[in-house]
């Protein structure tokens, strides 16, 4: 699976490449209060494709406090429910039932 992995990420990587070559012409990005912005179209595309993996990320984030929050919060409350059961921690495995040997 590693190898197919691989040669998917080989040929991923050539047909970037192959855009990037192809779309090397000027662009202008022009902004409010008559701000312009000017270069390759491929570094352009590149920019707003980081930008906007970022922004994503960044919305996320909340989520992702939140259900830690909210993990951590569970563990407490199975840990003090295993407490007051006697059961100590979590990590005692269970004994086998004695089996009488067949006769």
């Given at each position: 699976?590693?190898?197919?992995?691989?040669?998917?990420?080989?040929?991923?990587?050539?047909?970037?490449?192959?855009?990037?070559?192809?779309?090397?012409?000027?662009?202008?990005?022009?902004?409010?209060?008559?701000?312009?912005?000017?270069?390759?179209?491929?570094?352009?595309l590149l920019a707003f494709f980081?930008?906007?993996?970022?922004?994503?990320?960044?919305?996320?984030t909340p989520t992702v406090f939140?259900?830690?929050?909210?993990?951590?919060?569970?563990?407490?409350?199975?840990?003090?429910?295993?407490?007051?059961?006697?059961?100590?921690?979590?990590?005692?495995?269970?004994?086998?039932?004695?089996?009488?040997?067949?006769?």
């Open positions: 699976m590693k190898f197919v992995s691989t040669i998917v990420g080989i040929v991923l990587f050539v047909l970037f490449f192959g855009f990037a070559l192809k779309n090397t012409q000027e662009v202008d990005l022009h902004f409010f209060l008559n701000y312009e912005l000017r270069g390759p179209l491929v570094l352009m980081i930008a906007g993996a970022a922004l994503g990320i960044l919305a996320l939140r259900q830690r929050r909210q993990t951590s919060q569970h563990q407490n409350t199975i840990q003090a429910l295993q407490s007051a059961a006697g059961t100590g921690s979590a990590n005692v495995q269970p004994q086998p039932d004695a089996v009488n040997p067949a006769r």
